[in-house]
């Protein structure tokens, strides 16, 4: 089976995905290899802390394992026609 990676992030999807990472980092997260028997404490020990935001370190993680990258397909077709415009009417909603 192949190695499993846990990131613990400290904060929410907001910051942790939304926002970008900034300097000095507002935020950090843990990472180790998990382990069937892990428990959250042994985990935790064991993973190494490391300041800013975890999107560059799954970056790096992601990039080998991923394939050439490609160009996207069209988000709207014939079969498939848009519903409207981005980001959509329900954010006039109130």
Same mark, same amino acid.
């Given at each position: 089976? #192949?190695?499993?990676?846990?990131?613990?992030?400290?904060?929410?999807?907001?910051?942790?995905?939304?926002? !970008?990472?900034?300097?000095? !980092?507002?935020?950090?997260?843990?990472?180790?290899?998990?382990?069937? #028997?892990?428990?959250? !404490?042994?985990?935790?020990?064991?993973?190494?802390?490391?300041?800013?935001?975890?999107?560059?370190?799954?970056?790096?993680?992601?990039?080998?394992? $991923?394939?050439?990258?490609?160009? #996207?397909?069209? $988000? $709207?077709?014939?079969?498939?026609?848009?519903?409207?415009? $981005?980001?959509?009417?329900?954010?006039?909603? #109130?």
């Amino acid at each position: 089976a #192949a190695d499993k990676r846990f990131v613990l992030s400290s904060s929410g999807h907001i910051l942790g995905i939304i926002n !970008p990472p900034v300097t000095p !980092p507002k935020r950090h997260y843990r990472v180790a290899t998990a382990h069937r #028997a892990d428990r959250a !404490p042994l985990w935790r020990d064991r993973a190494e802390l490391r300041e800013g935001s975890w999107w560059e370190d799954w970056m790096a993680w992601l990039k080998p394992r $991923a394939g050439e990258l490609v160009p #996207a397909r069209p $988000a $709207a077709d014939e079969r498939h026609p848009a519903l409207g415009d $981005a980001p959509g009417t329900y954010v006039l909603e #109130a």
